[in-house]
């Protein structure tokens, strides 16, 4: 597995309207880019802190593994992303060492990025995705 850096973090939270200020306050800079991915029910909100970025994630339906994760465990944090050149690659290798894929194909994500998860089970419990503009 090859890593560029931590693309960013990802933490789920109930209603952005509430969030993205607490986050502009806390990070003291502004919110970039507010966006729906209507094929992953949710919402985003995305602040850039030096190379990596933080990612706020709001459920746009009651079905969404946001949702879910936000009634299972409640707000905070849902993911680590990793920048990675070949995520298709990238996940044959995981693959082959034993790592259990949520994706074993690479699918939409937010800001034009190809995205594809690691099962938290697989990762001491942290769901890990990896995410490649190219």
């Known amino acids: 597995m ?8 990802g933490i789920a939270v109930k209603d952005l309207s509430v969030s993205i200020p607490l986050f502009e306050k806390l990070l003291g800079v502004k919110c970039y880019l507010v ?3 209507a094929e992953q029910k949710v919402k985003t909100a995305f602040f850039k802190v030096g190379e990596t970025k933080i990612e706020l994630l ?8 946001v949702a879910k994760f ?3 465990r409640g707000e905070g944090l849902h993911h680590i992303a990793l920048d990675v050149d070949n995520i298709e690659e990238n996940l044959s290798t995981l693959h082959k060492e034993g790592f259990q894929l949520i994706d074993e194909k690479p699918r939409k994500g937010a800001e ?3 995205i594809a998860f690691v099962h938290p089970k697989s990762v001491n419990g942290t769901l890990v995705e990896l995410c490649s503009s190219k």
Request: proline share 4%; no cysteine.
């Open 70 to 72: 936000i009634a299972k």
């Open 35 to 37: 966006e729906e991915v």
């Open 58 to 65: 709001e459920a746009t339906a009651d079905d969404s593994p």
């Open 112 to 114: 034009n990025f190809s």
């Open 2 to 9: 090859s890593v560029n850096k931590i693309e960013h973090i």
